[in-house]
Every structure is written in structure tokens, then in C-alpha cells.
């Protein structure tokens, strides 16, 4: 993502003149023009004759690499086209891995060795400034526009980032099937980094020791460009081979984890290495490779999709080849390169690529908290903000930072000495102030928290009535049958809280079997000494409606089994399916033994796995048997889909409770076809029970009804509040179809 472009004006890389004399300290191992490796020493040369520099070409090229870079991603996260934008994270890898690799062999070929010290300082003079700015400034405004617990949960995503973390932790969270569907973070884009400086904690050791191993066993004549190929080449094989593993098995893993992504970031390295090769290249065919290679990135940038599989590995091979051939194109010949990459405005934008991935993301994603984000005002606002703040941050801090001399070592001790506490200065700096931000944002929402807690006491127009009364009357679905006997009941109080919306779980999840557990828990709800035998079947859409369905079950004096679970529809599965084995044995219980009286089943609408005509079957497959026995197949349809621009009006400054279009438009909601109802046609005595009316009116799907938020996020699963709320609904729906 940073990779450290020679630009002629900054960066010299002189070779040894001719006649110079290596002077080591410590010792040398062995000694040569290319061949002078040492681990522990410092190796400088006196020259006997003129040591002229030789400045790098600048790569122009390169410079409009990364422009289509960060504009694919900018435009893919701003406006969703092209749907493969996120592929410039790629591109980007590639970039860094020839360029950083470049400067390392060059200070090899110079000196000897790979001084660690000054590679990490320039890291850190590339990287820390402009990506700390961006983490200040979006933590503080996070604590003034999100909601406590969003805001909290942005500020540790915050300190991930800054020691280059934040991969893993985001996916440890895409991973937790309890996090699905939330809001996303504004510093998600962060993960690229710590993949990037991971790669380059590692990588320039293993160069040096793999240097050092050849030239100690086989002498100074032999070539270190072929091993070091070698061993690049072992490391992306085994890297796309673990990413193909894990595109497989878990592909959000895959998509964020260092392991994964080596191999991009190792394909830049490898032409870094061979790159003397490259100059036998005819220059006929200089230009037809950089256009091929142009093609392909636009090729991969407008087919390449994420819900399509198969990213990163191995379809993110499609880019990153493609990037690879533009710079095999430029590299030790005369072409400059294809005119859409080597103008003057894409080489400005790849200048400023770097302060406009970091700026994007968060730009795009607070500006949501102000405005809604599907309209022309938002999208124009947001590029102008995005290029606007990224232009004041590359010529305001990252370029003159990047060419301060922090590092810069004088001859006297005390100027060597304040040298090297310089970059942990402002590294201390940096961290703390993070950390200073995050606790002041910390107290600054709690306090907000605590009063809107201490202000909702009072219900205007509630004058003689409980509490316990108008909730029962008015929140949630009640209200829909209520009509307009609640306006204004339940004043301008939300329930839950915009603080604790995202985590209202209560009595959902009690009964769950997560990813990868061989079974269902143990779960008997409702009266268990009841005479009447109901289970409750299905995935997380299942599991959300429980709280009403354990509430109907304890009025009634009901005995309730539960088999819900990760990606467990009830239908019939091929072994191999993730959730096959619990439920061969949850059919195996519902077809022994004493026969339920019914089984509720609910599930996702959006199961893509299999096609909807399959699904139907499917469940019929499954359904019939157990209908065989007595048992009457009851479903629940699926509720209708939310969004999230609709819960991000939720939390949007100058929200109302009671006067909003927080929501989905009817016919969007609506608009994926249920598989459910179709299946429970061809059953048997099957019912269905279609809550719908308690969802959606005519023409939107509310986000808050009855002063409830309806969905704790966008992938569709409701609050337990609003579950809740449904109980008295979804009994009397039950027991029509039970006496009938």
C-alpha cells in the first residue's frame, strides 16, 4: 500500500566506483561487487576514485499503477462500480513488493549488507505520519458521532491499527457469526497495512540470511540473484497454495490474513530480483505487454467480484499478474509506459494514492452519520472531502515528513543521540495520543449514554398508565395493531438504545450450535414436564425469533426443543455440509421415539448456497418424513431484508424516534422469493404463518416501529426486543393452525 517509490529528487543509489576499497568493521565474510554479506556488521566504502551516484529512473508507470490502484477502491467503495475496485489492494501489493525489494538489493549491491535500521526508519517516516493523522482525527470523530458502543469498538480498531494489527483483528470479527451484518468500521481499510509491514518485518531478514547462506557456501562469484529467486518462488507457492486452502475453507481468513497475501507481495519481489533480464526485452514488444497488462487490471477491476468465491486465491492472480506485466514492460528499457498510466494527472494521483486510501474510508463511512448515503449531495461531498483532505495530508505532512531529516546523523554524539530517539519519540507520541483520544471519547459517550438514560423517565400523554402497560400496548409490533392509539405514547425513547441496539440478543442465542461444533446443544425450553412437543428448526434467522417462540411455549405449557444453528436450514444436506452431521441427528430424534406434535421452521430468505428451486426440494425431502409420522411442519416466514443505510440512519446526527423513514423500501425487502412457503405447499398438513403485516406497510419496511429497533443488523437478524414483541401475533397464529 506504501511502497517506497526512488523518486530521483530524494533518494540516490550510488554503486561502488571503480577501485573502491570496502571498509568493514566487525569483519567481512566475503568481499565482491555484489557479493559483500555480513548479519552483525556495518560495511562502508573508501573510494579511490570518483564515486559517482546513479539516481533510479523514475517510474512513471509505476506512479499510474497506483492511481488506478486507489481509484478502483475509491469508486468501488463510494458508489459499488466497478464491483471489483477492492482488487487496487492487490495491485498495491505488488507495487510494494518491487519497489521495497529494489531498494534492498540496491543497498546490498552498494554496501554489503542490508542496514535494518535505516529500512525501518524510512518505513516508518513513509508510513506513521499520514496513517496516524488519519487515526486521530477518525477516533475523534467517531466519539462525537457514533453511538457509545460503535464509537468504543472504532477506537480499539483504532489501537489495532497503529501497531499494524489490524488485519487480525478484523478478521477475528468478520469470523464471529455474532458480528455479522454490523455497521462497518471506518478503519477497516487499515487491514492492507499491517499485511503490508508484517510482510516487512520478516522479508528483509530472510534476503540477508539467504545472501549471507549462498555467499558463505558457495563463494564470492556466485551469482545471490538466483538463489534469492528461489527462495521467493517457494515462499509464493506456499502461499497461494495455503490461500487457495483457506479461500475455500474460510475465505474471510483468507482475505485478510498476511499468510494469504504473501505471494502478491512476493510476485513484486521476484521481478525486483530478476529484474536485469528484463532489459533483453525487445522494445517492440515493451508497449503490447504494459497494454495487456493494463487490460487485465480493468478486466479483473470490472469481473472480479466478492460474492462470486474464489478470493483471494485464485482469482486475485488475474491483477497481480497483470500488474506484474506493466512493470516488466518498464523495467531496463526505454518504454515509458501506456499514456493512461504516464500522464500528469494519473502520476499526481498515484503522488497522493497513499493519503487517498487512508482518507476514503473514513470520510465515507462517517459522513453516514450525517447524511443519508444514497444521494448525489453525499457522493459529491464525499470526493471532494476525500481528495480535498488527502491533498492538505500528502503536502502538509506525508511528503515534507518523508523528507525530513529525522534520521540524520551528525557528527557529534548529542546529534547521533537525539537521532535515534527521534522516531521513538514520535512513535511514544503517536501511541499515546491514540490512547489519549480514546479515553476522552470514552467518558464524552458514556456521559451521553447516562443522559439520555436520566431522560426518559417521563412518557408525555402517559399521565395514569404504568409503564409495564404501554409497553404491552405500544412497543414493537403491538403498535401496528394498536394503530393509532400509541402515537406518542412511548415518547421519543428508543428501545434498545442506540448504545446497545447491536448486541440486543437476550434469549436468542441460548440454544445455539456454532461453526464447526459435530452437534446441537442439550436445549429444552417451555415446561418440560409439558404434554405437547414442539422444536423449533433452523439457522440464525431461527434463533432470533426465539425469544417468541419460548414465550408462546410457556404460556401454553409447552415442552420446546431447539435445533438452530450455523448454516443449519432445515433441509436435506450432502454430507460434507457444514451443519449435515447435527441435523442427521435432530431428524434422527424427530422420526424416533415419541413423536412431536409440530416443528417450527424458519430460515434465511438469502441462502445462496443452493438455488431456490433446490432449496424448495430440499426441504420437502426433509419435511416429509417427519410429517409421516403426525408431526405437523408449521413455517414461519423469513422476515424481510434490512439494510445498512437503513440502520445507519439510525444513528445519523439529528435522528428522531418518532418522526424517521429510517427503512427499506417494501418491494426491495420483499424482493428475494422465500423458499419456505412454496415447500410447505407440497406437504402434507403443513401451515405457514406470515408476519409480514408486523414488518413492512405498503410501502417501506421501518427500521424502528413502536419505538423498537426492529434489526440489530443488516444481514436481517431482529433485535430480541422486537421478538418480543411479536409473541402475542405469533400465538394467535398458532393455535388458529394448531385447531385447524
Not at 9 to 33: K, Y
Request: hydrophobic content about 45%.
Amino acid at each position: 500500500m506504501a511502497g517506497e517509490f526512488p523518486a530521483p529528487r530524494t533518494l540516490r543509489s550510488p554503486r561502488h566506483a571503480p577501485g573502491a576499497v570496502p571498509a568493514v568493521e566487525f569483519g567481512v565474510i566475503i568481499v565482491g561487487p555484489w557479493r559483500i554479506v555480513s548479519l552483525n556488521t556495518t560495511v562502508r566504502s573508501r573510494s579511490r576514485g570518483t564515486d559517482t551516484p546513479r539516481k533510479p529512473s523514475h517510474r512513471r508507470d509505476i506512479q499510474g499503477l497506483r492511481a488506478v490502484a486507489v481509484l478502483a477502491v475509491v469508486l468501488d467503495h463510494l458508489f459499488g462500480w466497478p464491483r471489483g475496485g477492492f482488487v487496487g489492494v492487490d495491485i498495491f501489493f505488488v507495487i510494494s513488493g518491487f519497489l521495497i525489494t529494489g531498494l534492498l538489493l540496491r543497498e546490498h549491491e552498494r554496501t554489503g549488507t542490508i542496514s535494518f535500521r535505516s529500512f525501518y526508519e524510512r518505513r516508518v517516516k513513509r508510513i506513521l505520519p499520514a496513517s496516524v493523522l488519519v487515526l486521530f482525527v477518525t477516533a475523534v470523530a467517531a466519539s462525537l458521532l457514533f453511538p457509545v458502543t460503535r464509537a468504543l469498538s472504532t477506537l480499539g480498531d483504532a489501537l489495532w491499527s497503529f501497531v499494524f494489527m489490524a488485519n487480525w483483528r478484523f478478521a477475528a470479527t468478520g469470523t464471529d457469526y455474532f458480528q455479522e451484518g454490523t455497521l462497518p468500521s471506518p478503519l477497516q481499510h487499515y487491514w492492507s497495512l499491517g499485511v503490508e509491514e508484517q510482510f516487512y518485518l520478516v522479508w528483509p531478514w530472510l534476503m540477508l540470511a539467504v545472501l549471507f547462506l549462498v555467499t558463505r557456501s558457495r563463494g564470492a562469484g556466485t551469482n545471490a540473484r538466483i538463489p534469492l529467486t528461489a527462495a521467493v518462488l517457494v515462499i509464493m507457492v506456499a502461499s497461494f497454495a495455503w490461500a487457495a486452502v483457506e479461500t475455500a475453507t474460510n475465505p474471510t481468513v483468507a482475505y485478510f490474513s498476511t499468510v494469504a497475501r504473501a505471494w502478491e507481495l512476493g510476485l513484486g519481489a521476484l521481478l525486483a530480483i530478476v529484474s536485469p533480464a528484463f532489459s533483453r526485452i525487445p522494445h517492440r514488444l515493451r508497449s503490447p505487454l504494459a497494454w495487456a497488462g493494463l487490460v487485465g487490471m480493468v478486466a479483473s477491476i470490472l469481473w472480479v467480484t466478492a460474492d462470486q468465491g474464489g478470493f483471494p486465491a485464485p482469482l486475485a492472480a488475474l491483477p497481480v499478474l497483470s500488474a506484474g506485466l506493466v512493470i516488466v514492460a518498464g523495467s531496463g528499457g526505454g518504454a515509458g509506459g501506456p499514456w493512461p498510466l504516464t500522464n500528469r494527472l494519473s502520476g499526481y494521483v498515484g503522488d497522493i494514492s497513499f493519503s487517498l486510501y487512508l482518507w476514503h474510508w473514513p470520510v465515507i463511512v462517517l459522513l453516514l452519520a450525517v447524511m443519508p448515503g444514497d444521494s448525489w449531495p453525499y457522493y459529491v461531498l464525499a470526493l471532494i472531502l476525500s481528495f480535498a483532505l488527502s491533498m492538505l495530508s500528502y503536502h502538509g505532512v506525508e511528503d515534507p515528513l518523508r523528507k525530513a531529516a529525522w534520521f540524520r546523523r551528525g557528527p557529534a554524539r548529542e546529534r547521533r543521540g537525539a537521532g535515534r530517539l527521534r522516531p521513538v519519540l514520535v512513535a511514544v507520541t503517536a501511541g499515546v495520543a491514540v490512547m489519549a483520544v480514546s479515553a476522552a471519547a470514552l467518558s464524552v459517550t458514556q456521559g451521553v449514554s447516562d443522559q439520555d438514560q436520566a431522560g426518559t423517565a417521563v412518557v408525555p400523554g402517559a399521565e395514569g398508565r404504568s409503564q409495564d402497560e404501554l409497553l404491552a400496548r405500544c412497543l414493537g409490533a403491538a403498535s401496528v395493531a394498536a394503530g393509532e392509539d400509541c402515537a406518542g405514547l412511548l415518547g421519543d425513547q428508543l428501545r434498545p438504545s442506540l448504545e446497545t441496539f447491536a448486541e440486543d440478543t437476550r434469549g436468542q442465542y441460548q440454544c445455539w450450535r456454532s461453526n464447526g461444533e459435530p452437534a446441537f446443544p442439550d436445549c429444552d425450553l417451555g415446561d418440560p414436564d409439558g404434554t405437547f412437543r414442539v422444536a423449533l428448526m433452523g439457522d440464525s434467522h431461527a434463533a432470533s425469533i426465539l425469544p417468541a417462540v419460548e414465550a408462546v411455549a410457556e404460556r401454553n405449557g409447552w415442552e420446546l426443543d431447539v435445533f438452530t444453528g450455523f448454516a443449519c436450514h432445515w433441509y436435506a444436506h450432502e454430507e460434507g455440509d457444514n451443519c449435515y452431521g447435527p441435523l442427521q441427528d435432530a431428524n434422527e430424534t424427530l422420526l424416533t421415539g415419541e413423536p412431536y406434535d409440530a416443528v417450527l421452521v424458519t430460515s434465511s430468505r438469502y441462502d445462496d448456497s443452493r438455488p431456490l428451486q433446490e432449496r424448495t426440494d430440499r426441504y420437502v425431502q426433509a419435511w416429509e418424513p417427519v410429517a409421516a409420522r403426525g408431526t405437523r411442519i408449521i413455517t414461519i416466514t423469513d422476515v424481510p431484508a434490512a439494510s445498512e443505510e437503513s440502520l445507519q440512519c439510525l444513528t445519523r446526527v439529528g435522528f428522531s424516534v418518532t418522526d424517521n423513514d429510517c427503512g427499506v423500501p417494501r418491494q426491495e425487502a420483499l424482493a428475494m422469493v422465500d423458499p419456505l412457503p412454496q415447500a410447505a405447499s407440497r406437504v402434507q398438513g403443513a401451515g405457514v404463518i406470515d408476519l409480514t403485516e408486523y414488518f413492512c406497510t405498503e410501502d417501506l419496511c421501518p427500521a424502528v416501529i413502536g419505538n423498537a429497533v426492529v434489526y440489530r443488523d443488516a444481514s436481517g437478524h431482529i433485535s430480541s426486543t422486537y421478538a418480543r414483541s411479536l409473541t402475542p401475533f405469533l400465538e394467535e397464529d398458532l393455535l388458529d393452525l394448531l385447531e385447524r
